[in-house]
């Protein structure tokens, strides 16, 4: 019965670091997607450090790309403040698949205590009728 009890509590522990864990990064993911608006008009040149490693035509392509693909690139970070709000239903799916593989971990545990409990009970002398 004890190592049951000790099987549980320790789920429920970990449900309760998995829930901090999700609402922590729903939170990180929602002010980042606010903020991501502010980007809509910057320069969208590579930085220097990138092109510094890269070889120069591979440097001269992905500049090129870029600057082709600037109005696309805006239009999706003027577009990332809206979907903050999706963040909520995503950190929801994400807890509720971890909350639920974390109960089949529980129940797996109790039902291994279990079998464990009836064999060793089953192995275990009996006393003999007189």
Request: cysteine-free; glycine content about 10%.
């Amino acid at each position: 019965m004890f190592l049951l009890l000790i099987g549980w509590a320790l789920v429920l522990l970990l449900l309760a670091l998995w829930s901090v864990l999700v609402m922590a990064a729903q939170a990180l993911l929602s002010a980042a997607l606010t903020h991501a608006g502010a980007l809509g008009s910057g320069d969208w040149a590579l930085p220097e450090v990138l092109t510094a490693w890269l070889p120069v035509p591979m440097a001269e392509w992905l500049a090129g790309t870029v600057e082709t693909l600037t109005p696309q690139l805006q239009w999706l970070a003027g577009l990332l403040p809206s979907l903050a709000g999706a963040t909520t239903l995503l950190a929801w799916v994400v807890w509720g698949l971890g909350a639920l593989l974390l109960l089949l971990v529980g129940v797996a545990g109790h039902v291994a205590v279990a079998l464990w409990r009836k064999s060793a009970a089953s192995g275990a002398p009996r006393a003999m009728a007189a």
